[in-house]
């Protein structure tokens, strides 16, 4: 099995077409190494140029199309945009968890600690997920197994990863149950998922990932799908266990207000694409990008006026078999221009930590 | 509140506007390209189903050689000729003569016949019957205590003994053939029905009916029954294989249509006691029958995902 | 948990009340005078006369059932109108060969069918898949007595390698039993595995494409153990329903089987009972198959439980 995951990842690099490997290996395959050597020591994840594709019955689809960012130790990133715009499938492409035998094809890099993970073997693989990184997902009612007992699913863990004996997962298992904030953990290591409040489960979800102290961690939309109350415990419990690790996390979230509180930094994603990077301030005081600054203006504020409706993008993301050409953004974009519909724009700097990908930065 | 009014005004007189020039030759030249693209559509989906086409394609050759058996084959099924007993495979009969110099070439065309109509018979009937028992259970509670407790004592009897019993009660017949298997096939058809109808007696217009005073009866055939069918027309279809089953194996027994008649199921039973000398007696039927019920079946899956391509088998 | 199993058991017994109240009314189907119908057209109106009062025919109805209820309680069937045996005796004499059969056929459905299922689903699309997608079709339209008369000709009529019919008892020798019930035991076997590969192949699918797997993969669990112990426990009570139903199906379908096979089995004491016209043979058969049914489906609830305890509580 890991064989031949391992031989999918070689034949990738051999089958692949020229063109989307051209750009790294045109002047990235050296410098990249160094750009790695330059790179400040405290960067835990890079991801350069990825591209994720899945092979359907509509033919190849590229969900992910070269995206590239860091992030470091201790820092917390938020990723933000619509559903569907590749969000999630970034961060499952970062585990690696699609099926790689059929589905899904891979290419760029990401690289984790130094370390390429897309060279590594599946068995390899196994001892990065879980131990290394880790992943809280949205449903936690869906993604406990509802078939065993919430300590059984903390002890998995660290069972696999930590060569440790059963009652010495068990106490550790119990004090990670603590320390998410579960009262009464010795009963609630006997629970079943089922048994337990939405915020419970997200709890536990939290103990489940951070069982082994993973360096980072991918909180895929973790408050969606609770109540407002609970999303800001569940959000108080991510930024102190962020603290308390020095993990670098990965905020998934169409929750900008969420991103404000918490993140330093912000990516902002649309169809696959990166389409503005920068601090947390630059991103919600002067956003570059049209996209970002209509996602800015939908959100609701105290200091509105009651009468004033909200703003919003229109129309929808497009699917992935409907990619327009141009600028992805130009059929929605309210200042799209001929340029815009003809060709792509590039990922340019607008400060030294802002980052945009859009033509008319700076008129607007 | 005169803006609401006002605004409400305009949206609907756009729509009245909307309506006016779409209620002209226009509108319905649209409605028919839209339904022939529709209908295009589906009929892609089922063709692009090889296992479906397959089964249909079974099922209506099975079909036309059971209603064209007389011009295909000039044999009496049951002429007896005993000087020709036991004749392998020959020009004059492809599928050889069995113990008694019949052709079973014949045989088999003509209990086609009757395999398709006691399968095609009973997958009606418990349909109608099902739906009828589900639809009047799902409305009224005790009538719905009373004829599921009965479905749940008859689906508590594995089917297979049921009919066996049912047929040595009423007797060896083709009449009692389709009456036993109906009973063995209505309860869970009723089931099905009454699991469908209580769903969508909860949906919000089937509500505004009874609000608007409809009569139960108009809501149950007019607005529940449409809705409940299409899960029912595939069951159907899966009676109607297991039904083709169940009378050969009833006839095979000897307790489903009487002997001389050419049922698949009589010919399989009166191979079986010559299988070491005449192989031919035994293959034939039986390469038809799993043929068309695999037919079937085929069918009723591509039926199945023609109607709910949310399902998968 | 033990609660859980009382209300199980309790809520068997109306289902029983109903299942024999059907049973005893099937033969009270029998249109004119069953005792006229068991002894034929050569029977006189004394044998007939004779026959209803042995048979309590002339009482009411309900309280024939009750008599006939009690009756069964202490263990009592009635006679066999044909052959002047007690139904019990003739019941429990040909019982062995009707068991064996079907543990075989189980057994033969089971191994078969769960792996290949659950690689199936596994390897979804790949050779194992599709060739279990055909096998499953082909088994769900080769009914036992068809792929049987199949069987023989091939295995009997062609390469003389397993016997045509007859039964060897297992105290004559485990390997002449064996052979003696091998081509009935996978006659028998082959829909449920069919059906069983099928149903085994879409709840793993179904199971392998939800959240909690891919919870387990990204904890870093290798595949293997993501299949046999995430995602086959909460396939389980699908593989339980499964099995349950094929047990019940192989003792019913046992019928067909072994009067094509010449077992002298319950199936085949059912079959030639038809011809006798001996109602009461037939009738406790059914009962007995019904009862055992029942009480396999409280077991299949009862197992459910154990495997999810969401249903336990609820």
């Excluded at chain 3, 993501?226 to 593989?239: E, Q, R, S």
């Excluded at chain 3, 009480?295 to 999810?308: A, Q």
Aim: aromatic share 8%; with cysteine.
């Amino acid at each position: 099995m890991e064989a031949v995951a391992e031989r999918n990842i070689i034949d990738k690099k051999l089958i692949f077409p020229d063109s989307l490997r051209e750009s790294e290996e045109g002047f990235k395959s050296t410098s990249a190494e160094d750009a790695y050597a330059t790179a400040p020591q405290d960067v835990i994840l890079e991801v350069k140029d990825l591209c994720t594709g899945f092979h359907t019955e509509r033919g190849f689809l590229k969900a992910i199309d070269g995206v590239s960012f860091s992030v470091k130790k201790g820092e917390m990133l938020g990723i933000v945009g619509e559903s569907g715009c590749g969000k999630s499938v970034t961060s499952q492409s970062i585990m690696r968890l699609y099926d790689e035998r059929k589905l899904v094809r891979y290419t760029g890099e990401v690289r984790f600690l130094g370390q390429n993970l897309f060279d590594l073997s599946e068995r390899e693989m196994q001892h990065v997920r879980g131990e290394k990184i880790a992943m809280v997902f949205q449903d936690a009612l869906s993604s406990l197994n509802p078939v065993f007992t919430v300590g059984h699913q903390i002890m998995e863990s660290l069972r696999i990863h930590r060569n440790i004996s059963r009652e010495e997962a068990k106490k550790r298992s119990v004090e990670m149950l603590g320390l998410v904030g579960i009262p009464d953990p010795e009963r609630r290591f006997y629970q079943y998922p089922f048994e337990l409040s939405g915020g419970m489960r997200q709890r536990v979800m939290i103990a489940v990932a951070l069982a082994c102290h993973p360096r980072l961690l991918i909180a895929d939309e973790p408050t969606t799908a609770l109540d407002v109350t609970i999303q800001a415990q569940i959000m108080d419990l991510i930024v102190e266990m962020n603290r308390k690790f020095d993990m670098g996390v990965m905020l998934i979230t169409h929750d900008l207000g969420v991103v404000a509180e918490t993140c330093s930094r912000v990516i902002v994603m649309y169809l696959g694409q990166i389409v503005e990077e920068g601090l947390v301030t630059d991103i919600f005081d002067h956003p570059q990008h049209p996209y970002t600054k209509g996602l800015m203006a939908s959100v609701p504020r105290l200091d509105s006026r009651s009468g004033e409706r909200l703003h919003q993008i229109k129309g929808t993301v497009p699917l992935l078999n409907q990619i327009p050409e141009g600028c992805r953004f130009a059929p929605r974009c309210p200042y799209a221009t001929e340029a815009c519909r003809r060709s792509m724009p590039d990922f340019i700097s607008t400060s030294s930590t802002q980052r945009a990908r859009c033509f008319r930065i700076g008129e607007l | 509140m005169s803006i609401l009014h006002a605004n409400e005004m305009t949206v609907s007189a756009a729509n009245a506007n909307a309506t006016e020039t779409l209620t002209g030759a226009g509108f319905e030249e649209l409605k028919a390209r839209l339904a022939k693209e529709q209908r295009a559509i589906r009929i892609r989906r089922f063709t692009s189903n090889k296992g479906a086409v397959f089964g249909l394609v079974v099922v209506l050759m099975v079909l036309l050689l059971a209603i064209l058996a007389p011009v295909i084959c000039h044999y009496d099924p049951l002429a007896l000729d005993t000087v020709n007993r036991l004749k392998p495979m020959s020009l004059a009969h492809p599928f050889g003569t069995d113990t008694m110099g019949r052709d079973v070439f014949a045989r088999v065309l003509y209990g086609a016949r009757i395999s398709l109509f006691v399968g095609f018979t009973v997958g009606i009937l418990s349909g109608v019957l099902g739906m009828v028992v589900g639809l009047y259970a799902s409305t009224n509670k005790l009538a719905d205590n009373i004829l599921m407790r009965i479905c749940d004592g008859l689906k508590a009897i594995p089917s297979t003994l049921l009919a066996i019993t049912l047929m040595a009660v009423l007797g060896a017949d083709i009449r009692n053939v389709i009456m036993a298997l109906t009973i063995v096939s209505v309860p869970s058809m009723a089931r099905l029905a009454r699991g469908r109808a209580l769903v969508i007696r909860e949906q919000t217009y089937i509500e505004a009916m009874r609000c608007l005073g409809a009569s139960k009866l108009r809501i149950m055939w007019k607005h529940m029954a449409p809705n409940i069918i299409s899960p029912i027309i595939v069951q159907v279809t899966f009676v109607f294989a297991s039904a083709i089953i169940s009378e050969a194996a009833l006839s095979f027994l000897g307790a489903g249509v009487p002997a001389p008649a050419p049922s698949w199921g009589n010919i399989l039973n009166e191979g079986k006691s010559v299988i070491y000398q005449a192989w031919w007696i035994v293959c034939f039927p039986g390469a038809f029958t799993a043929l068309t019920v695999l037919g079937l079946n085929l069918l009723g899956d591509g039926i199945r995902d023609f109607i709910d391509p949310t399902s998968e088998g | 948990m033990k609660r859980f199993i009382l209300k199980r058991i309790l809520s068997m017994i109306p289902v029983l009340f109903i299942v024999s109240v059907v049973i005893f009314s099937l033969v009270h189907l029998v249109p004119g005078d069953p005792a006229a119908a068991m002894l034929g057209d050569m029977a006189t109106a004394e044998d007939i006369a004779a026959l209803h009062a042995r048979l309590g025919l002339d009482r009411p109805l309900v309280q024939q059932y009750f008599v006939w209820i009690s009756n069964i309680f202490h263990g009592d069937f009635g006679d066999s109108v044909a052959n002047h045996q007690t139904v019990a005796s003739m019941i429990l004499s040909h019982l062995e060969p009707t068991i064996h059969l079907t543990i075989l056929a189980l057994i033969i459905a089971v191994l078969i069918a769960i792996p290949l299922g659950m690689i199936a689903a596994t390897r979804k699309g790949s050779v194992v898949d599709h060739s279990v997608t055909v096998l499953s079709l082909l088994g769900i339209s080769l009914p036992s007595f068809l792929l049987g008369l199949f069987l023989i000709l091939v295995f009997a009529v062609r390469f003389k390698l397993l016997p045509s019919s007859g039964y060897v008892p297992m105290r004559q020798g485990f390997w002449m039993h064996l052979k003696s019930i091998l081509l009935p035991a996978i006659a028998l076997g082959f829909m449920n595995a069919a059906f069983m590969m099928r149903m085994t192949r879409a709840s793993l699918l179904e199971v392998l494409g939800s959240d909690y797997i891919r919870m387990a993969k990204a904890k870093g669990v290798r595949e293997m153990a993501i299949v046999t112990v995430h995602a086959f426990k909460n396939t389980l009570v699908t593989i339980i329903t499964v099995i349950g139903q094929s047990l019940v199906q192989s003792l019913s379908g046992a019928a067909v089987v072994e009067s094509l096979f010449a077992i002298p089995g319950l199936g085949q004491l059912m079959v030639n009972s038809i011809g006798r016209r001996d109602y009461y043979v037939i009738q406790s058969i059914v009962l007995l198959i019904a009862v055992f049914n029942v009480i396999v489906n409280m077991f299949v609830d009862i197992l459910y439980g154990v495997v999810d305890p969401r249903v336990r509580v609820s």
